[in-house]
Protein backbone atom coordinates (compact mmCIF):
# COMPACT_ATOMS: atom_id res chain seq x y z
CA UNK A 1 0.00 0.00 0.00
CA UNK A 2 1.48 3.54 -0.89
CA UNK A 3 0.74 6.50 1.37
CA UNK A 4 -1.51 8.79 -0.07
CA UNK A 5 -1.36 11.80 1.32
CA UNK A 6 -4.42 13.37 3.17
CA UNK A 7 -6.32 15.44 0.69
CA UNK A 8 -7.97 17.74 2.82
CA UNK A 9 -3.90 19.11 3.12
CA UNK A 10 -5.48 21.15 -0.19
CA UNK A 11 -7.51 23.18 1.08
CA UNK A 12 -6.66 26.57 2.73
CA UNK A 13 -8.44 28.10 5.75
CA UNK A 14 -8.16 32.28 6.10
CA UNK A 15 -8.34 32.94 9.84
CA UNK A 16 -10.98 31.94 12.07
CA UNK A 17 -14.12 31.41 10.42
CA UNK A 18 -17.34 33.81 12.11
CA UNK A 19 -19.74 31.26 13.56
CA UNK A 20 -22.89 32.81 11.30
CA UNK A 21 -21.07 32.14 8.43
CA UNK A 22 -19.65 28.79 8.86
CA UNK A 23 -21.98 26.37 6.77
CA UNK A 24 -21.72 28.56 3.56
CA UNK A 25 -18.04 29.53 3.76
CA UNK A 26 -17.12 25.46 4.27
CA UNK A 27 -19.70 24.51 1.77
CA UNK A 28 -18.44 26.80 -0.79
CA UNK A 29 -14.65 25.61 -0.08
CA UNK A 30 -15.70 21.87 -0.29
CA UNK A 31 -17.65 22.58 -3.33
CA UNK A 32 -14.93 24.35 -5.20
CA UNK A 33 -12.07 21.64 -4.24
CA UNK A 34 -14.70 18.21 -5.14
CA UNK A 35 -15.30 20.70 -8.63
CA UNK A 36 -11.49 20.85 -9.72
CA UNK A 37 -10.92 17.86 -8.55
CA UNK A 38 -8.60 18.15 -5.45
CA UNK A 39 -11.18 15.95 -3.47
CA UNK A 40 -10.80 13.20 -6.21
CA UNK A 41 -13.84 11.12 -6.22
CA UNK A 42 -14.74 8.22 -3.63
CA UNK A 43 -12.25 10.04 -1.27
CA UNK A 44 -14.95 9.94 2.59
CA UNK A 45 -15.13 13.13 4.34
CA UNK A 46 -14.56 12.55 8.07
CA UNK A 47 -16.91 15.68 9.64
CA UNK A 48 -14.33 15.56 12.46
CA UNK A 49 -11.45 16.48 10.33
CA UNK A 50 -13.28 19.14 8.38
CA UNK A 51 -14.62 20.63 11.98
CA UNK A 52 -11.09 20.60 12.86
CA UNK A 53 -9.67 21.89 9.96
CA UNK A 54 -12.35 24.94 9.58
CA UNK A 55 -12.07 25.53 13.40
CA UNK A 56 -15.41 25.03 13.72
CA UNK A 57 -17.92 22.49 16.01
CA UNK A 58 -19.13 19.43 13.84
CA UNK A 59 -22.79 21.62 13.31
CA UNK A 60 -21.80 23.53 10.83
CA UNK A 61 -20.12 21.01 9.35
CA UNK A 62 -23.05 18.83 9.09
CA UNK A 63 -25.12 21.08 7.32
CA UNK A 64 -23.00 22.05 4.33
CA UNK A 65 -22.37 18.40 4.10
CA UNK A 66 -26.16 17.93 3.46
CA UNK A 67 -25.79 20.84 0.92
CA UNK A 68 -23.31 19.16 -1.16
CA UNK A 69 -25.29 15.86 -0.78
CA UNK A 70 -28.52 17.17 -2.37
CA UNK A 71 -26.70 19.11 -5.49
CA UNK A 72 -25.27 15.32 -5.67
CA UNK A 73 -21.71 16.20 -4.96
CA UNK A 74 -21.37 14.03 -1.43
CA UNK A 75 -23.15 10.48 -1.33
CA UNK A 76 -23.64 9.40 2.56
CA UNK A 77 -22.42 6.21 3.08
CA UNK A 78 -22.77 3.63 5.49
CA UNK A 79 -19.77 3.48 8.26
CA UNK A 80 -18.14 5.65 5.44
CA UNK A 81 -20.12 9.05 6.07
CA UNK A 82 -19.91 11.51 3.31
CA UNK A 83 -17.96 10.56 0.19
CA UNK A 84 -17.44 12.82 -3.26
CA UNK A 85 -19.41 11.51 -5.42
CA UNK A 86 -18.64 9.73 -8.81
CA UNK A 87 -18.88 12.00 -12.22
CA UNK A 88 -22.08 10.63 -13.10
CA UNK A 89 -24.51 9.64 -11.04
CA UNK A 90 -26.08 6.28 -11.91
CA UNK A 91 -27.37 5.82 -15.16
CA UNK A 92 -27.00 8.30 -17.33
CA UNK A 93 -28.59 7.71 -20.01
CA UNK A 94 -31.60 8.05 -17.24
CA UNK A 95 -30.08 11.70 -16.22
CA UNK A 96 -30.03 12.84 -19.31
CA UNK A 97 -33.74 11.91 -19.83
CA UNK A 98 -34.96 13.41 -16.94
CA UNK A 99 -33.19 16.44 -17.27
CA UNK A 100 -34.48 16.82 -21.16
CA UNK A 101 -37.99 17.00 -19.37
CA UNK A 102 -36.91 19.57 -16.55
CA UNK A 103 -35.35 21.93 -19.26
CA UNK A 104 -37.58 21.68 -21.98
CA UNK A 105 -40.53 22.78 -19.56
CA UNK A 106 -38.66 25.33 -17.72
CA UNK A 107 -37.28 26.12 -21.50
CA UNK A 108 -41.61 26.75 -22.34
CA UNK A 109 -42.16 28.54 -19.50
CA UNK A 110 -39.30 30.98 -19.49
CA UNK A 111 -39.30 32.22 -22.94
CA UNK A 112 -42.17 33.99 -23.22
CA UNK A 113 -41.02 36.12 -20.09
CA UNK A 114 -37.46 36.79 -21.43
CA UNK A 115 -36.26 40.70 -21.72
CA UNK A 116 -33.99 41.89 -23.91
CA UNK A 117 -31.05 41.82 -21.44
CA UNK A 118 -31.36 37.83 -20.99
CA UNK A 119 -31.03 37.11 -24.71
CA UNK A 120 -28.38 39.82 -25.02
CA UNK A 121 -26.21 38.00 -22.16
CA UNK A 122 -27.11 34.60 -23.52
CA UNK A 123 -25.40 35.97 -26.84
CA UNK A 124 -22.61 37.07 -24.71
CA UNK A 125 -21.90 33.70 -23.45
CA UNK A 126 -22.14 31.88 -26.55
CA UNK A 127 -19.17 35.03 -27.89
CA UNK A 128 -17.14 33.40 -24.71
CA UNK A 129 -17.79 29.92 -25.54
CA UNK A 130 -16.32 30.60 -28.88
CA UNK A 131 -12.70 31.81 -27.85
CA UNK A 132 -12.58 29.90 -24.09
CA UNK A 133 -10.21 27.16 -24.31
CA UNK A 134 -10.10 26.02 -20.46
CA UNK A 135 -12.75 23.47 -20.15
CA UNK A 136 -13.72 24.35 -16.12
CA UNK A 137 -14.60 28.08 -18.03
CA UNK A 138 -16.11 26.43 -21.08
CA UNK A 139 -18.50 23.93 -18.88
CA UNK A 140 -19.27 27.17 -16.70
CA UNK A 141 -20.01 28.85 -19.53
CA UNK A 142 -22.19 26.00 -20.94
CA UNK A 143 -24.40 26.11 -17.78
CA UNK A 144 -25.51 30.26 -17.56
CA UNK A 145 -25.85 30.16 -20.89
CA UNK A 146 -28.56 27.51 -20.58
CA UNK A 147 -30.07 29.01 -17.34
CA UNK A 148 -29.98 32.21 -19.00
CA UNK A 149 -32.68 30.99 -21.46
CA UNK A 150 -34.11 29.02 -18.37
CA UNK A 151 -33.83 32.28 -15.66
CA UNK A 152 -37.91 33.75 -15.99
CA UNK A 153 -39.33 30.42 -15.67
CA UNK A 154 -41.59 31.12 -12.46
CA UNK A 155 -41.17 28.14 -10.86
CA UNK A 156 -38.30 28.42 -8.98
CA UNK A 157 -38.19 24.42 -7.26
CA UNK A 158 -38.14 23.58 -11.18
CA UNK A 159 -34.93 25.84 -11.76
CA UNK A 160 -33.60 24.73 -8.73
CA UNK A 161 -33.40 21.13 -10.20
CA UNK A 162 -32.65 22.22 -13.76
CA UNK A 163 -29.36 23.67 -11.90
CA UNK A 164 -28.61 20.45 -10.07
CA UNK A 165 -28.27 19.07 -13.45
CA UNK A 166 -26.61 21.19 -15.28
CA UNK A 167 -24.41 21.75 -12.31
CA UNK A 168 -23.69 17.78 -12.67
CA UNK A 169 -22.85 17.74 -16.12
CA UNK A 170 -20.69 21.29 -15.50
CA UNK A 171 -18.22 18.64 -13.71
CA UNK A 172 -18.16 15.81 -15.40
CA UNK A 173 -17.30 17.88 -19.07
CA UNK A 174 -14.61 19.95 -16.48
CA UNK A 175 -12.88 16.36 -16.36
CA UNK A 176 -14.03 15.07 -19.54
CA UNK A 177 -14.68 17.68 -22.01
CA UNK A 178 -11.08 16.40 -24.16
CA UNK A 179 -12.04 12.99 -24.75
CA UNK A 180 -15.83 13.50 -26.03
CA UNK A 181 -15.30 16.25 -28.76
CA UNK A 182 -18.66 17.88 -28.17
CA UNK A 183 -17.25 21.44 -28.33
CA UNK A 184 -18.37 22.86 -32.23
CA UNK A 185 -21.45 21.49 -33.10
CA UNK A 186 -22.55 22.35 -29.15
CA UNK A 187 -22.15 26.12 -30.39
CA UNK A 188 -23.92 25.63 -33.67
CA UNK A 189 -26.89 24.22 -31.38
CA UNK A 190 -26.49 26.95 -28.80
CA UNK A 191 -26.77 30.02 -31.96
CA UNK A 192 -29.92 27.80 -32.91
CA UNK A 193 -31.07 27.90 -29.49
CA UNK A 194 -30.78 31.57 -29.24
CA UNK A 195 -32.14 32.50 -32.39
CA UNK A 196 -35.37 31.02 -31.78
CA UNK A 197 -35.48 32.35 -28.48
CA UNK A 198 -35.53 35.99 -29.82
CA UNK A 199 -38.19 34.60 -32.18
CA UNK A 200 -40.23 33.38 -28.91
CA UNK A 201 -40.91 30.66 -30.80
CA UNK A 202 -41.23 27.82 -28.19
CA UNK A 203 -42.50 24.81 -29.97
CA UNK A 204 -38.63 25.12 -32.11
CA UNK A 205 -36.92 26.57 -29.14
CA UNK A 206 -37.99 23.61 -27.46
CA UNK A 207 -37.16 20.87 -30.46
CA UNK A 208 -33.49 22.29 -30.88
CA UNK A 209 -32.98 22.31 -27.05
CA UNK A 210 -33.80 18.16 -27.13
CA UNK A 211 -31.71 17.83 -29.76
CA UNK A 212 -29.04 19.53 -27.96
CA UNK A 213 -29.25 17.37 -25.03
CA UNK A 214 -29.57 14.23 -27.07
CA UNK A 215 -26.30 14.90 -28.55
CA UNK A 216 -24.80 15.39 -24.65
CA UNK A 217 -26.58 11.96 -23.76
CA UNK A 218 -24.54 10.30 -27.65
CA UNK A 219 -21.67 12.15 -26.47
CA UNK A 220 -21.31 10.95 -22.84
CA UNK A 221 -22.35 6.75 -23.46
CA UNK A 222 -19.89 6.54 -25.95
CA UNK A 223 -17.48 8.46 -23.89
CA UNK A 224 -18.19 6.00 -20.74
CA UNK A 225 -18.00 2.99 -23.19
CA UNK A 226 -14.68 3.95 -24.93
CA UNK A 227 -11.79 2.13 -23.20
CA UNK A 228 -10.36 5.14 -22.25
CA UNK A 229 -13.34 5.53 -19.89
CA UNK A 230 -13.10 1.91 -18.65
CA UNK A 231 -9.59 2.39 -17.61
CA UNK A 232 -10.20 4.82 -15.31
CA UNK A 233 -13.04 3.36 -13.78
CA UNK A 234 -10.75 0.48 -12.99
CA UNK A 235 -8.06 2.42 -11.83
CA UNK A 236 -10.73 3.56 -8.87
NI1 LIG B 1 -25.21 23.40 -24.09
Redesign the pocket.
Known sequence: MTHKPNPLSSIKVNGPIPAHLARSIIEETLRAAILDGRLPCGIALRQQDLADLFGVSRMPVREALRQLEAQALLNVVAHKGAVVAPLVQGDAVETYALRILLESEALRLSIPLLENADLEQAARYIDELETEHDYTEIGRL??L??MSLYCKAPNKRLLRLVEDGLNEEERFLRFNLEAMGLGKL?QE??RA?LHSAENRDVAASVELLEH??NR?VEAITRYLDSPEAQSKKAQR
Do not use: I, P, T
Open positions: NRFHSDHLHLG
